[in-house]
């Protein structure tokens, strides 16, 4: 079985400030790793993904994602938020080889206050 | 452009009704899927297709029908039998590959609600 969990509904920061969006993750074998956002009555964007390597991945519009196996968890990371990062983000895992389709978290808002 | 169109933008259903959900992509893409949202829950699958003239259920199926005749088309036809059809619904479109690490492209949506 493979899921997600996202345990932020809300997440609030001031501009210009870091942010962090979590995640942690289930599977049985190896992961892969997608975050999107969506902006209001819109579909989801690909922001970036997480594969196999390097554990620290960059992805869309200045946000990374550091992937922790031992922690299982792979959240998404900005050095300075912009009001424009106000959205719904969702974080996604599919087990690598398993028949199974791509699980979604229940997102998490996040409002960057100017 | 290329991309994912979905239409109509927003759908109002009497009780009792079917309605069909169009989308549409032209990045010749082979898969694609149908996810409905609702608040705080994420996206569900109803349905996806990896191929022409073939396609699985997803986790809630249940109340809808699919159909891809043509690889750049995959309605979604919300019938009488689902109970809580209310819900934004997104389609989406992806590379389909044996490693199955191809992100989804999304289309913007269709807003349906029961009346």
């Known amino acids: 079985a493979q899921s997600v969990a996202q345990p932020e509904d809300q997440v609030n920061v001031a501009e210009g400030n870091p942010l962090t969006v979590k995640c942690t993750y289930s599977?049985?074998?190896?992961?892969?790793l997608f975050w999107y956002v969506q902006y209001p009555n819109r579909g989801l964007q690909f922001l970036l993904k997480y594969i196999t390597g390097d554990n620290l991945v960059k992805g869309s519009y200045g946000f990374e994602a550091e992937f922790n196996k031992s922690q299982t968890s792979f959240h998404l990371k900005k050095p300075s938020a912009l009001v424009s990062d106000s959205a719904l983000y969702f974080c996604a895992v599919r087990e690598s080889g398993s028949a199974r389709q791509l699980t979604f978290g229940s997102g998490t808002q996040l409002t960057v206050l100017p | 452009d290329g991309g994912i169109t979905q239409s109509p933008k927003y759908l109002f259903r009497k009780e009792g009704q079917n309605v069909t959900l169009s989308c549409e992509q032209n990045l010749n893409h082979d898969a694609m899927y149908w996810y409905r949202q609702d608040p705080g829950q994420g996206l569900r699958l109803i349905y996806y297709s990896q191929i022409v003239n073939d396609f699985q259920k997803g986790d809630i199926a249940e109340g809808y029908s699919v159909s891809r005749e043509k690889k750049e088309s995959f309605p979604l036809t919300v019938t009488s039998a689902q109970k809580n059809p209310t819900a934004f619904y997104l389609c989406?479109?992806?590379?389909?590959?044996?490693?199955?690490?191809?992100?989804?492209?999304f289309g913007p949506g269709t807003r349906l609600t029961v009346l």
């Open positions: 599977v049985s074998g190896n992961p892969y």
């Open positions: 989406a479109s992806s590379i389909s590959s044996p490693g199955a690490y191809n992100e989804q492209f």
